[in-house]
């Protein structure tokens, strides 16, 4: 009965966004609330319109893993910088590395799961020869072996070569002889959001490169940035994606400055998604607990009681609130059962100033979705422990194990 209630409030009290809500400095506002609590505070401004322009730049399916997020070490937090397009930090290379060009412009791109290296047999590989002609015939199969997948790949039209494999000494003068780029040893994930962006398919064989499988972007640049060199990829034509760099200084401070701005793109995100919002802080409890104290009075019967401790249940939420931030919750709970019998529905605790707010004003919005899911999830708990009337206790739980057999090396001896 009272989720039905409930249920019919909520949706009675959402509150659309206005039409111009797609508006960035909105969604600015979202993300500064989010990230007013984080070590990032201070820069709250700067990091909100990162976020927002991040989130912005995606396509309608607004994929959390398009957004990547990588941390060079050094700088100040105001260095940080969004690059539209993918980025990663630039893997081991060998010699030759140098000679090979850092920019192209409109290049093809041949993402490999390949071993482009010369290497040393498995310990169980065995090659008997008899004759020195024999052996030189094996080592040139082998040079002759790489350098067919060298030229395979050339053939193809590459410009930019990636593999999750090593990419050997020997692969990267070839490339370098012919500008072109080549970087081994990618990660799983910077490989395949590179594919998902720029096109293409990870081959695992390069005996069938063509365009069709290639991939492509307007720009490829390998940038410095603080101590770090980076591969950028601008320019994408697949999917839209994006790279957040953060700059700081103590590795801990930059985990927890990535983990703050990912709570940030998720409110962000959701803000897009969902079409109405209520007003966080406890002010959608309050205002659900005084309705359901109101409707509790028209019913007769046991209902009445029921209904009423789910009201007083709601309280628990702003008065928890108060308790974390150390504040007199009593006071602020009849402040606000007094502004909700006003007409304050969307008054709130407002941790800032000790006080209550309207914190739909604030920019303390939540989706209406995740209240009325949180609700409804609370609900079947509170009604699946009501519906349990009688409890079985095993006896034999009661009784006290026996000890276990000693584990010295002598068999035990029967008792």
Known sequence: MWKKVCTHRLSFELSALPPSWEQMKLLEKCAMTALSSKLISQQKTFFAKMVVNAVMMLDDLLQLKMIGIKKVQGGA??????????????????????????KYNNPMIALLNVELELKA??????????????????????????????????????????????????????FADRDMFCAGRVPDEDLKRTMMACGGSIQTSVNALSADVLGSCQVFEETQ??????????????????????????????????????????IVRRAIKNDSVVAGGGAIEMELSKYLRDYSRTIPGKQQLLIGAYAKALEIIPRQLCDNAGFDATNILNKLRARHAQGGMWYGVDINNEDIADNFEAFVWEPAMVRINAL??????????????????????TVDAPPAAGRGRGRGHPH
């Open 225 to 266: 940035i603080g101590g770090e060199r980076y591969n950028f990829f601008t320019g994408c034509p697949k999917a839209k994606t994006c790279t957040i760099i953060l700059r700081g200084g103590a590795e801990q401070f930059m985990e927890e400055t990535e983990r703050s701005l990912h709570d940030a793109i998720m």
């Open 376 to 397: 409804t999830a609370a609900s079947e708990a509170a009604c699946l422990i009501v519906s349990v009337d009688e409890t079985i206790k095993n006896p034999r739980s």
């Open 121 to 174: 047999e498995k310990d169980n590989a065995e090659v008997r020869v008899h004759t020195v002609e024999d052996y030189q015939a094996i080592v040139d199969a082998e040079w002759n072996i790489l350098y067919d997948k060298l030229e395979k790949i050339h053939r193809s039209g590459a410009k930019v070569v990636l593999s999750k494999l090593p990419i050997g000494d020997v692969a990267t003068q070839y």
């Open 77 to 102: 937090l105001e260095e940080s910088q969004l690059v539209a397009g993918v980025a990663f930090k630039k893997t081991f290379s060998y010699a030759g590395f140098e000679m090979q060009p850092k």
